[in-house]
């Protein structure tokens, strides 16, 4: 069983940084990609960032591209995102996720989830 354990998340002012880990254990992971996801109060859960277990090949929401980083430390089976420059608009809970097969960013897609890390940016 797969298993997702996020960690990282906490409390920053607009424009600062904050770096999220999800520790994956329980599978092996070179067919998978590992992404991560974010849900704020009254929205559906979207898109943040992907990234290939294999290869590495990595995708992104427009609303984070080039402020926020996905990297994986295969020895570790850990997947990061790095958030910089964050905005009140990034609060929300964020979530790891894994998916095997082609790339997607729809959640419906990806079948093993973490318990999700609260990121909140005060102005």
């Known amino acids: 069983q797969v298993q997702l354990v996020e960690s990282g998340g906490g409390l920053v002012q607009a424009g600062g940084s904050l770096r999220l880990s999800c520790a994956a254990s329980?599978?092996?992971?070179?067919?998978?990609?590992m992404g991560w996801f974010r849900q704020s109060p009254g929205k559906e859960r979207e898109f943040v960032a992907t990234?290939?277990?294999?290869?590495?090949?990595?995708y992104y929401a427009d609303s984070v591209k080039g402020r926020f980083t996905i990297s994986k430390d295969n020895a570790k089976n850990t997947v990061y995102l790095q958030m910089n420059s964050l905005k009140p608009e990034d609060t929300a809970i964020y979530y790891c996720?894994?998916?095997?097969?082609?790339?997607?960013?729809?959640?419906?897609?990806?079948?093993?989830w973490g318990q999700g890390t609260q990121v909140t940016v005060s102005s």
């Open positions: 996720a894994v998916k095997r097969g082609a790339y997607s960013k729809s959640p419906d897609h990806y079948e093993y």
């Open positions: 329980g599978g092996t992971f070179s067919s998978y990609y």
């Open positions: 990234i290939r277990w294999t290869g590495g090949n990595t």
